[in-house]
Every structure is written in structure tokens, then in C-alpha cells.
């Protein structure tokens, strides 16, 4: 097969890989440039791009590339730097570029990308003027970690503040409390915001309060000039607006007015538009046109990253075992998890860096009894965040149920108790979390895989007949939910 022609199915297998946005945001402008020394070179949009595939598509990329091409290569990305001759107008001169000619990609979109890659990565500071988008610079897509949580929510994100008013209008992000709706609302704000878009970022209280006040001062036209004159509108917490009937109202009109301009309207929730009570039905439906996704709680292994991000930024080293500790328990919110790594760090400066899994374990366990379920949270919720059960859930709760310490648990000790105890948690850790085999050896102090394999089959069989360990089995796993929240 042909080198160009291997690329091209790559490209039509990973299309039914991949999701579709993810697709579209990261491959669908791609080009195959050469093949040398088992080496594809594919051209990519921009350096943000290309950052993205080589950190999270790598593998899945190199892996169909593989079994596509039948030999083993490796694949550059390469954003492709042509020579810019700077136009008096602030635009680039697009001549030189092969696709814009032949008809490819339009002389405004060629123009558009330079204007993006230079602000970008060469930092030009946005055009001066009053305006104020209401943001936070500090909520970009670099510094927002991506998982399977929140994955489709960032490629929409993404692909809208590339392309905005043009693939996802309206965007809608929905989920709980915490997981990171605001973060992207503002890091599409800032992405356009430095392109020189007017931005404009409102919460749903300060749109109605605007209102309000313009009412009062009869303003009221300033205020939809305000509102209606800006290329990307992000409003929050869209939920507050239910019941509020002239708020509604004029927002209606805003979301038209923007919409039939072409720009581009996000909007933030805690539910999806059909979940939120006394909401104008007219205004649901136009929330239904565009794209909804939504955040969940992350995984363990979201969690893990975010903590390690996070402590970076802060400048601490988390040591691996104290983030693992850490990130191993549940959190209602990516917020809880922030402020519980805030807390072990500032007692890691108060200690002089000192910090052991005894004392990170100490905290965790004050942190959890005081760590509220956030009230607006539907009932079934707080359920859902309840049942999951982590490593750390089951030893903590065994080890209190049998009055024990951690360390008899963990230990290589065989005396009959303890292993019998041992077991039953072994068989409720499988039972009750995700975690995988080599996980749950990990957490039993190192154990290996087949050990923990043996010592699940054997519980699993001795219940069949074993009346009394299976109670035994059903009130541990009852006081594991229990302490779990
Ligand atoms: P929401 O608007 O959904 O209530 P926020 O966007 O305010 O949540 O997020 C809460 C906190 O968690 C913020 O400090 C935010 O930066 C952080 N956060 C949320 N998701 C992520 C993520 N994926 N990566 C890094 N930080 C995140
Ligand atoms: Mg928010």
C-alpha cells in the first residue's frame, strides 16, 4: 500500500473510532506530507493541534496506523511554518498557501488560522480597547485536564473556540456542581478573546440583574446593544433563569438576535434544558438545536492527573503513594478534590515538606467527615456518588469494622484471623470498586496478581455453601457503603 493511501485509511478508520467531534476538531484537516525511514509526517492545523494529538491520540493513532500499513512505524505531526508576509490591514497574505489555490481551504480560512497560530504561540496581546469580557485568565484548555469524564466536553469546547458560530451553536455543557462547566465556558471566552473576538462572559443572575437595572433606568436598549453586539456569548448557570419570566424573555430575544448574526451563543447548567422546571419552552427547544454534553465525576485516573497538574502549578511534587492516596476517594466535586489537595499542601509547608501517608490519611479522613454532598444535587445523585466505592473505602471500612489497624491488613501476616479478614475484603474490593487486579495487589500492600486471584475464587466458592461468611460478607459490604460517602 501506498504511503498516502495508508494515511487515508488510518483516517477512515479512525473516523469510526473516534468520536465524531473528536474527529472533526483533531484529524479532519490533517495531511499526509512524506514517508521516510519508517516515519509518516502528517501536517497538522496548529501547534495546539498538535500538542493534543502526540499527548492524547498517540497511541490510538499509531496503533491503526500499524495494523493499517502491516509494519511497525512511528508518525510526526508537524505544523508546517510558511513564510507570512504581513498585509497593512493586519491580515496575512494567503498566496503562498497550495490549498488556498487549488481551491482548498478559502483564502478567509487560511487568513483566519495565521491571525489564530500568531496570537496564540507568538503572544500578540489582543486589540486594545474598553471592553471587557467578564473573564477569568486563569481557566484555559492547556490547564484543563481531560478524561473520559469530561472529554466530549472539552473536544465541543475546543472545536467551537477554533471555529465559533460554526459547528456546535448553541453548546450546551451540563452536569453537577464542580466538575468544570465554568472552566471551559471561560476557556472558550479566552481563547476567542485573544483572537480579538468580543467576548462576553455573564452568569444568568447578572444578565437578569443587568435587565433589572436597565428596566429601572430605562436603558433598556443599551442593554441589548451590550448583549446582542458580541461575537461570542457565554452565559452560566442557565438553571436560575427558570421561573423568571421576562428574564427569559429577553434572553430568547439576545439568543435570536446573536443566532441569526451568526455568532456564537454557550451556555452552562447544572441539568439538561428538558431537566430544568418552570423553563420557557421556547427556549428549551432552542437549546436543543445546537450540541449538549455533559461532565461526569472523574475516575480515579482523572483525578489522579488532576491532583498531580495542580499540585505542579502550585509548585509541589505530590510522592506518588500520597497522590494515589488521595485521589483514591470519592469526591462529589473536582472542587472538593482542589480543596483537599490545598489543605495537604498547606499542611506540607507547615510541616516543613514533611508529609507521610499516615498524616495525608489523617486529614482525608477529617476532610471526608465534614465533606457535604452538595444540597442541589438530586437524591439519585447523591446515590450515584455514594456507590463508588474505592480501594481505599474498602480497607478503611474493614479495617474499622474488625478493629484493626491498616497495617494488620497489609501486612504478610498469616495468623488465621487475619487473613480471613484479609480475604473477604480482597473479594468485596473487586466486588464493590473498578479497580483492576494489579490495582487491588497494589492497595493490599503489594501483593501479587495471581494471589489475589486465588484468594477471590476461593471466598467466592466457600459462600456458595458457607452460610455464615456470606452474612459476615453481606454486613462488611453494608458498612463499606455506609462509610462511603
Ligand atoms: P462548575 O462550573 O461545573 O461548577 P468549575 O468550572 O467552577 O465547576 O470547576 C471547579 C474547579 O475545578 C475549578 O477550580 C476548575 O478549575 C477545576 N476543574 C474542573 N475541571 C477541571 C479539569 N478537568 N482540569 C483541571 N481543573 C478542573
Ligand atoms: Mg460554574
Known amino acids: ?26 484529524l479532519r484537516d490533517s495531511k499526509f506530507l512524506s514517508y521516510e525511514d519508517k516515519t509518516f509526517t502528517i501536517r497538522v492545523r496548529n501547534g495546539y493541534t498538535k500538542d493534543w494529538l502526540e499527548q492524547k491520540l498517540y497511541r490510538a493513532i499509531r496503533h491503526t496506523m500499524c495494523s493499517v500499513f502491516r509494519e511497525q512505524v512511528e508518525i510526526k505531526f508537524v505544523v508546517q511554518t510558511r513564510p507570512q508576509r504581513e498585509l497593512g490591514d493586519g491580515s496575512f497574505d494567503t498566496a503562498y498557501d497550495p490549498d488556498a489555490q487549488s481551491g482548498g481551504w478559502s483564502a478567509y480560512r487560511a487568513s483566519e488560522e495565521a491571525r489564530q497560530y500568531s496570537s496564540i504561540y507568538v503572544n500578540e496581546p489582543p486589540p486594545a480597547n474598553d471592553w471587557n469580557p467578564q473573564l477569568n485568565s486563569a481557566y484555559t484548555f492547556e490547564n484543563f485536564v481531560v478524561g473520559p469524564s469530561n472529554q466530549m466536553a472539552q473536544a465541543a469546547a475546543y472545536a467551537v473556540s477554533v471555529n465559533p458560530g460554526q459547528v456546535y451553536n448553541p453548546l450546551y455543557i451540563y452536569g453537577n456542581s464542580g466538575l468544570g462547566k465554568t472552566h471551559l465556558l471561560q476557556a472558550i471566552g479566552n481563547a476567542c478573546f485573544q483572537r480579538g473576538l468580543k467576548v462576553l462572559y455573564a452568569t444568568s443572575e447578572q444578565f437578569m440583574n443587568g435587565l433589572v437595572e436597565a428596566i429601572r433606568g430605562k436603558t433598556t436598549s443599551d442593554f441589548r446593544d451590550y448583549y446582542r453586539g458580541v461575537d461570542v456569548l457565554l452565559i452560566d448557570d442557565v438553571q436560575f433563569m427558570a421561573g423568571k419570566d421576562s428574564t427569559q424573555e429577553e434572553f ?36 436543543e438545536w445546537g450540541l449538549q454534553v455533559e461532565i461526569l465525576t472523574p475516575s480515579y485516573e482523572t483525578r489522579l492527573a488532576i491532583l498531580n497538574d495542580k499540585s505542579e502549578m502550585k509548585g509541589h511534587a505530590l510522592p506518588h503513594e500520597i497522590a494515589h492516596l488521595i485521589a483514591s476517594y470519592t469526591y462529589a466535586s473536582i472542587r472538593d478534590l482542589e480543596g483537599t489537595l490545598t489543605q495537604i499542601l498547606a499542611y506540607k509547608t507547615l510541616m516543613g515538606n514533611h508529609l507521610t501517608i499516615e498524616t495525608t490519611e489523617r486529614i482525608l479522613a477529617e476532610k471526608r467527615g465534614d465533606m457535604a454532598i452538595p444540597n442541589a444535587l438530586p437524591r439519585h445523585d447523591v446515590m450515584a456518588i455514594k456507590r463508588q466505592i474505592s480501594l481505599n473505602d474498602v480497607l478503611q ?33 473487586r466486588e464493590e470498586t473498578q479497580a483492576s487486579w494489579p490495582e487491588i495487589g497494589d492497595a493490599f500492600g503489594g501483593r501479587n496478581h495471581s494471589t489475589m486471584v486465588h484468594g477471590y475464587k476461593k471466598v467466592a466458592e466457600e459462600m456458595e455453601t458457607n452460610l455464615d461468611m456470606r452474612r459476615e460478607i453481606e454486613d462488611l459490604r453494608k458498612h463499606i457503603h455506609q462509610a462511603a460517602v
Do not use: C
Open 1 to 26: 500500500m501506498k504511503p498516502e493511501d495508508a494515511w487515508l485509511a488510518t483516517l477512515g478508520q479512525l473516523q469510526l473510532q473516534l468520536h465524531r467531534s473528536t474527529y472533526d476538531t483533531w
Open 252 to 287: 430568547f430575544h439576545t439568543f435570536n438576535a446573536l443566532r441569526e448574526q451568526g455568532k456564537q451563543v454557550v451556555i452552562a447548567s447544572d441539568r439538561r434544558p428538558q431537566a430544568i422546571k418552570g423553563l420557557d419552552d421556547r427556549l428549551r427547544s432552542r437549546f
Open 397 to 429: 471500612a474493614t479495617a474499622r469494622f474488625y478493629q484493626l489497624s491498616l497495617d494488620d491488613i497489609l501486612s504478610k501476616r498469616r495468623t488465621k484471623d487475619v487473613s480471613y479478614i484479609r480475604q473477604l475484603a480482597i473479594y468485596l474490593a
